[in-house]
């Protein structure tokens, strides 16, 4: 039977390379584990990659900083908006005072019960902290972040939609929702897969807003990573998402690291079937200290190094 593990990644639209590592490693305390670039296309963009202490699947934000390149983006209704990252639930009061300090404007919000805290990225993306208990991914400490109060990973993905009821379903019959669907006012919260945690979808009705960005552009949500497990389920699941009518899924792309399929859900949000292969993840090309500390590029861009690296602004640690 095909399945769904859990979250692999997430991967945001955002402005300038270096306020994007300052954000994620100075403020938010990550691991910095890889720098490449962005493998579709022609145009020279930095793909940046985060995660907590193991570089585990469910702990990863990577990033595509567009300001270089000049597309911006525009947030908006049906496609994710949201980055919801697992914070030990102790840990509140540290990351409020923690943001505050480095000029992050933080609100106290409750969503489903529980306190969370609400902040953007310097491009404007909404992120959330949610309290988790008995979440054993360990984060990453360092620069200020001691180990009991750092970044578990990803709690999940909110999603705003005009109208919910197509991605209810879609999450129920064709993408391994499990039973219990929560609501409150206008938000609706699922999970997705085996995992118990780092696997929530929320998908929030929002009638306010036009449309927003798809394509890549600084300040939007590009896509939400599913982790499949393995190539030959990931065929399955692929096989059967199509089955119900949802063929607006690519083909296999080979990411390096891991390999993917995507396919454009009816909320708008893309979502990506992920797979870290036995050739690929973290440690295929630097070993598990270095990671993150050289400039990796795919083959296909070997013969363009130079020219690369010449439009990239370097980045400081
Ligand atoms: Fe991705």
């Known amino acids: ?16 390379a270096q306020e994007d590592v300052d954000f994620h490693v100075g403020i938010l305390g990550m691991r910095f584990i890889k720098r490449t670039v962005l493998f ?22 990577t990033t595509f900083p567009w300001a270089q390149a000049g597309f911006y983006g525009k947030r908006g209704t049906n496609q994710a908006r949201e980055v919801l990252l697992a914070v030990p639930h102790t840990a509140m009061d540290f990351w409020s005072t923690r943001l505050t300090e480095h000029d ?16 953007r990225h310097p491009s404007g993306i909404e992120y959330r902290f949610v309290g988790a208990e008995g979440d054993e991914r360990v984060g990453h400490a360092g620069n200020g972040v001691p180990p009991e109060h750092a970044v578990h990973g ?18 129920e019959e064709s993408f391994f929702s499990r039973a219990g669907l929560a609501e409150e006012g206008d938000r609706v919260g699922l999970q997705i897969g085996n995992q118990k945690v780092g696997n929530h979808l929320e998908i929030t009705v929002n009638r306010r807003d036009d449309q927003g960005t798809w394509s890549y552009g600084a300040g939007t949500y590009h896509h939400f990573a599913w982790n499949v497990a393995t190539l030959e389920n990931q065929d399955e699941v692929k096989f059967e998402i199509e ?11 080979d990411r390096k690291y891991f390999k993917s399929v995507y396919v454009r859900t009816p909320s708008g949000a893309l979502f990506e079937l992920a797979v870290t292969h036995a050739d ?7 070993s598990p200290h270095e990671l993150g ?8 861009f070997e013969h363009r190094r130079e020219e690369i690296l010449g439009r990239l602004e370097p980045i400081n640690l």
């Open 1 to 16: 039977m095909p399945y769904v593990e859990g979250s692999h990644h997430v991967t945001l639209s955002v402005a300038g």
């Open 40 to 61: 579709d296309g022609s145009l020279p963009i930095y793909h940046l990659y985060y995660s907590n202490a193991n570089g585990d699947p469910s702990s990863v934000v």
């Open 104 to 119: 992050v404007e933080v609100e106290d919000v409750e969503v489903f019960g529980q306190r969370r805290l609400a902040f």
């Open 154 to 171: 990803i709690h999940g993905v909110g999603v705003h939609v005009s109208t919910p009821e197509r991605m209810v379903e879609f999450a």
């Open 243 to 253: 089955g119900r009518g949802y063929t607006d899924i690519s083909e296999l792309k």
């Open 280 to 286: 690929g993840g973290w440690t295929c090309d630097e």
């Open 293 to 300: 500390t050289r400039f990796q590029l795919p083959e296909q």
